[in-house]
């Protein structure tokens, strides 16, 4: 791996680190709520729970099933990902919790949907790429790797 790789393979391991949930899973639904306001359900295997922390997952038959709430859409610098149904990511974020204060006006959005222990992307902090068998090593690798 040249310095590219180890410099990028780095900035990867430091988001893995920052952040305290990682999947890898498809896109069974999207409801978008407002401007760049999106509740994602993911349905994720077993192998696609890297780092969970306090992520609630809700079986459904073979798979689980996680909700995420990616915020900010609209404001990203790079091009943002759509969350296709029936596309595979690997998305690495924040989980909610009363603690961490969302706007009032953005609760009356969500109006009961996001519960503590959902996931939480903002396009500032988090992750989230289509899935290749490359990323997923990326991630493997990582997660057996150290947090400093």
Known sequence: MGKEGGNE???????????????????????VLGTGIRLVTLLVDRDGLYKMNRLYITPDGFFFRVHILALDASSCN???PEFKPGSRYIVMGHIYHKRRQLPTALLQVLRGRLRPGDGLLRSSSSYVKR???KREGQVQGAIHTQCI
């Open 9 to 31: 393979r780095y900035a990867f391991l430091q988001t893995l680190c920052f952040l305290k949930a990682a999947v890898n899973g498809i896109v069974h639904d999207v409801d």
């Open 131 to 133: 899935f290749n068998r």
């Open 78 to 80: 790079k091009p943002c």
